[in-house]
């Protein structure tokens, strides 16, 4: 039960690192009209953004449910 905490705790993290991003870069690409290189640097926190974005889903139909069968062999309830 500690490995399904850990890996869910680990998606959320995730999703919240993505939501920061995704936010961060709406910010600088709005806001840094006007500054010098703010267009790369949204850029690249989108694609920070994208990456976490793309571990939850992996993490929870990939990841989970390897570790639900594995649990399931021993006879381990995950629900």
Not at 15 to 33: E, I, Q, R, W
Not at 44 to 73: C, H, I, M, T, W
Request: with cysteine.
């Amino acid at each position: 039960m500690i490995n399904r905490n850990k890996l869910v705790q680990s998606n959320i993290f995730n999703a919240v690192l993505s939501c920061l991003f995704l936010n961060t870069a709406a910010s600088v690409a709005t806001l840094g009209t006007n500054m010098i290189g703010a267009k790369p640097v949204a850029k690249s926190f989108l694609a920070a953004a994208v990456v976490f974005g793309l571990r939850v889903p992996y993490g929870v139909f990939v990841k989970l449910r390897k570790l639900d069968e594995y649990n399931e062999r021993f006879g381990v309830a995950s629900k």
